[in-house]
């Protein structure tokens, strides 16, 4: 039984940098439509993972935070109130990423950015 992620009403809830944007282009071009999940913590890290649109779709309980180009970003509802509601940026970084993430076939990673993250 799925259900439609829930939309968030922030405007800019999520931006991307130049350099994410080129990335997520060149990841579009080669494997179709993207999404971005925010992960939160122990085993995925914290970094957002980059997926082709259909391959993880949106739980129940992930809000749409918004777009980042032609790319959805999600986040886990509970996650993002724990985390105090911030605005996030997602970036871009040398090195694979650690995982699945589409962009570490680049030798990149996604990092977010966010002005405020209680530890």
Avoid: K
Wanted: charge should be negative; proline fraction near 8%.
């Amino acid at each position: 039984m799925g259900s439609e992620p829930q939309a968030h009403d922030a405007t800019r809830a999520v931006t991307a940098t130049r350099a994410a944007l080129e990335v997520m282009e060149r990841l579009e071009a080669a494997h179709g439509p993207l999404a971005l999940h925010q992960s939160g913590g122990c085993c995925d890290g914290s970094a957002p993972i980059c997926v082709g649109a259909d391959e993880l779709p949106p739980g129940p309980n992930d809000i749409r935070l918004g777009e980042v180009g032609a790319t959805p970003v999600y986040i886990d509802a509970d996650l993002y109130g724990r985390w105090g509601r911030p605005e996030l940026e997602i970036d871009v970084a040398p090195g694979a990423a650690e995982g699945f993430s589409l962009e570490g076939l680049l030798d990149v990673h996604f990092v977010t950015r966010t002005t405020f993250c209680p530890a």
